[in-house]
């Protein structure tokens, strides 16, 4: 392994972005060579949703395995290539890792959209616990490794070395641990880009707020590893035998983080470019629930869309259903959830909405035609209303929708919005909707 080095930002000649480049050739040749080699890599991904916390946790996975562990670890994103630009935050945190061609260093789903069945059967996952169903391999899949901040769905305990799943602001803050304890040498690009993704999940660092200790100490380790550590030591900090020494509430408190948290979250919350169906695919997950309290047994599946915009932004007047369905039929929803988040006129306070839609005009197998929509509703309605976590709210505007006459326009559509908690995102709402679907009674 070589000495950790001193790059400056200059695009293309970033230690990672080259390893990047370098890790995804070599395996799409693995791939196209027919020879199995494939079946040697582990492939290492994140969530789907696609956040920095994803790209960030898997990639420097990847690099943990390939470098201190000596295992060929390809990291995967779980976007599409072109939908990158969803996200700008993502492309100016690999940015400033280095990554001045991102779409063509990063390996993509798309990008192997043509080998079938999918080429590798050894797994890691990140920032989610649980493979996605849509990866078969030809062989069955082993998952590796583990390590998530969501909650616990207890797979792969026998598999998985290591297998951490624990709370924390970030799951990069987890990633940023073992590299420690691996005494991993790592760019300092890489550094920057998992502090990026810690700054982006805790409000950078705010008190009071996501962040835990474990996020605390991950980013006063990387910060001082990082890209950003000679603008600290400019800004007064302790510095001796060139090392940055701070205290985690003076890195709360530091100009350059601050500055770097504010210009990261501007990005994320610049959505102003992206119409509705956008603003439903950047940030989106899946599931499939088997309903165990219907007759037919049915399973049903849901998405949930988290979007950065109130909805009187970009929903009103009839946009959330019209938008919404057409989401779900492209999908093959039964349920859409679009969780909003955003920042109050007055004060700037955080704030949610929960607008939720029901589609009963394309009934589940195997149930056909059979299937009671308005159990499912019922279901639904009820048990959000009663966790007291979400507390939920009727939303004060469009309790029954965005348009007046709902029933009328949309007569196969069950809708209601919400206003919630403000600190309960889909995190504490997944495990909600799935304890719901899948009650035994
Ligand atoms: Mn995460």
């Given at each position: 392994?070589?000495?950790?080095?001193?790059?400056?930002?200059?695009?293309?000649?970033?230690?990672?972005?080259?390893?990047?480049?370098?890790?995804k050739?070599?395996?799409?040749?693995?791939?196209?060579?027919?020879?199995?080699?494939?079946?040697?890599?582990?492939?290492?991904?994140?969530?789907e949703a696609g956040?920095?916390?994803?790209i960030?946790?898997?990639?420097?996975?990847?690099?943990?395995?390939?470098?201190?562990?000596?295992?060929?670890?390809?990291?995967l994103l779980r976007t599409d290539r072109e939908d990158l630009d969803l996200r700008a935050?993502n492309v100016?945190?690999l940015?400033?890792?280095?990554l001045?061609r991102p779409k063509d260093e990063l390996l993509f789903v798309s990008d192997l959209a043509e080998?079938?069945?999918?080429?590798?059967?050894?797994?890691?996952?990140?920032?989610?616990?649980?493979?996605?169903?849509?990866?078969?391999?030809?062989?069955?899949?082993?998952?590796?490794?583990?390590?998530?901040?969501?909650?616990?769905?207890?797979?792969?305990?026998?598999?998985?070395?290591?297998?951490?799943?624990?709370?924390?602001?970030?799951?990069?803050?987890?990633?940023?641990?073992?590299?420690?304890?691996?005494?991993?040498?790592?760019?300092?690009?890489?550094?920057?880009?998992?502090?990026?993704?810690?700054?982006?999940?805790?409000?950078?660092?705010?008190?009071?707020?996501?962040?835990?200790?474990?996020?605390?100490?991950?980013?006063?380790?990387?910060?001082?590893?990082?890209?950003?550590?000679?603008?600290?030591?400019?800004?007064?900090?302790?510095?001796?035998?060139?090392?940055?020494?701070?205290?985690?509430?003076?890195?709360?408190?530091?100009?350059?983080?601050?500055?770097?948290?504010?210009?990261?979250?501007?990005?994320?919350?610049?959505v102003?470019h992206l119409g509705?169906r956008d603003l439903l695919r950047r940030d989106y997950?899946?599931?499939?629930?088997?309903?165990?309290?219907?007759?037919?047994?049915?399973?049903?599946?849901?998405?949930?869309?988290?979007?950065?915009?109130?909805?009187?932004?970009?929903?009103?007047?009839?946009?959330?259903?019209?938008?919404?369905?057409?989401?779900?039929?492209e999908?093959?929803?039964?349920?859409?959830?679009?969780?909003?988040?955003?920042?109050?006129?007055?004060?700037?306070?955080?704030?949610?909405?929960?607008?939720?839609?029901?589609?009963?005009?394309?009934?589940?197998?195997?149930?056909?035609?059979?299937?009671?929509?308005?159990?499912?509703?019922?279901?639904?309605?009820?048990?959000?209303?009663?966790?007291?976590?979400?507390?939920?709210?009727?939303?004060?505007?469009?309790?029954?929708?965005?348009?007046?006459?709902?029933?009328?326009?949309?007569?196969?559509?069950?809708?209601?919005?919400?206003?919630?908690?403000?600190?309960?995102?889909?995190?504490?709402?997944?495990?909600?909707?799935?304890?719901?679907?899948?009650?035994?009674?």
């Amino acid at each position: 392994m070589s000495k950790p080095q001193h790059h400056t930002l200059t695009p293309g000649t970033s230690v990672l972005a080259d390893f990047l480049a370098t890790t995804k050739e070599n395996y799409l040749r693995d791939i196209r060579s027919g020879t199995g080699k494939a079946n040697e890599w582990t492939v290492v991904m994140g969530n789907e949703a696609g956040d920095l916390d994803s790209i960030a946790s898997a990639v420097a996975f990847a690099w943990l395995r390939t470098q201190a562990l000596s295992q060929p670890t390809i990291s995967l994103l779980r976007t599409d290539r072109e939908d990158l630009d969803l996200r700008a935050e993502n492309v100016y945190a690999l940015g400033l890792a280095g990554l001045s061609r991102p779409k063509d260093e990063l390996l993509f789903v798309s990008d192997l959209a043509e080998f079938q069945p999918f080429p590798s059967s050894k797994f890691a996952l990140v920032d989610h616990n649980r493979l996605a169903s849509t990866f078969v391999p030809a062989d069955p899949p082993s998952i590796v490794a583990v390590v998530d901040h969501h909650a616990d769905e207890g797979f792969y305990e026998d598999t998985a070395e290591p297998r951490i799943v624990v709370p924390s602001g970030s799951c990069a803050s987890h990633i940023s641990t073992l590299l420690e304890d691996a005494k991993a040498e790592f760019p300092p690009e890489l550094a920057t880009l998992l502090l990026s993704a810690i700054l982006i999940d805790t409000d950078g660092l705010k008190p009071g707020g996501k962040a835990i200790d474990v996020d605390r100490r991950a980013a006063d380790f990387l910060v001082r590893k990082s890209t950003v550590a000679s603008f600290l030591q400019g800004q007064g900090f302790n510095s001796s035998n060139g090392t940055v020494t701070t205290s985690s509430s003076s890195l709360y408190e530091s100009e350059v983080l601050q500055s770097l948290s504010n210009i990261l979250s501007t990005k994320k919350e610049d959505v102003s470019h992206l119409g509705p169906r956008d603003l439903l695919r950047r940030d989106y997950k899946e599931y499939d629930f088997v309903l165990p309290w219907h007759p037919s047994e049915s399973t049903i599946r849901a998405g949930l869309s988290t979007v950065p915009v109130r909805l009187s932004e970009w929903a009103l007047d009839g946009k959330l259903e019209t938008e919404g369905e057409a989401w779900m039929k492209e999908r093959g929803l039964h349920i859409l959830g679009v969780l909003t988040a955003y920042r109050g006129a007055t004060k700037g306070k955080r704030k949610r909405e929960m607008a939720w839609i029901i589609r009963t005009d394309s009934p589940p197998s195997p149930s056909d035609g059979e299937f009671d929509f308005d159990a499912l509703a019922g279901r639904l309605w009820k048990g959000l209303e009663a966790d007291e976590v979400l507390e939920v709210k009727e939303h004060k505007k469009y309790a029954n929708g965005t348009v007046d006459g709902i029933v009328e326009s949309f007569p196969h559509l069950r809708v209601r919005v919400y206003t919630q908690n403000p600190h309960a995102t889909r995190k504490v709402t997944a495990p909600v909707l799935k304890a719901i679907m899948e009650a035994q009674t």
